[in-house]
Every structure is written in C-alpha cells, then in structure tokens.
C-alpha cells in the first residue's frame, strides 16, 4: 500500500476520484495473458466488473507494456 490506494469490495485499486467516480489502475506485465500484453487477464476483469458495479463507476487503465491507456465505461 502506497498511501494513494483505495480499498473497495475487499481489493486496492491504484487511484480512485470520488469526485469523477473514476477509478484508476497501473496494469504490470503479470496483469496480461501474453507478452505483447493486448488481453486482460480474467481474474482482472472479473474484479474490475464487480468494483464497476459497487461503485457505478468507470476505469482508467495503464499498460506498462504497451505504454496505452484505456477507458472503461461503466453500462
């Protein structure tokens, strides 16, 4: 825990914005199924769905591999 963690349905997520109700996660290597790292792992997703749906929110996520940053809308 660094400090700027935030613990919701029992997992810390990297960043969260109560005001923008935007949590935000730094995504290592060890987060994707291959090198090139283009695919989730599930677990991840699984746990990201269910913080979605505690919070209503949306996700910002970073690729250390790939450098990327990628949205996910809460539906």
Do not use: S
């Not at 290592?28 to 991840?44: A, S, V, W």
């Amino acid at each position: 825990i660094n400090g700027k963690e935030y613990m919701v349905c029992g997992y810390w997520v990297d960043g969260y914005d109560k005001n923008k109700n935007v949590v935000f996660e730094y995504d290592e290597t060890y987060h994707y199924l291959k090198k090139q790292g283009k695919i989730l792992r599930p677990k991840d997703l699984q746990r990201m769905k269910k913080i979605q749906e505690k919070l209503k929110c949306n996700f910002i996520r970073y690729n250390e591999l790939t450098k990327e940053i990628k949205e996910y809308l809460y539906e």
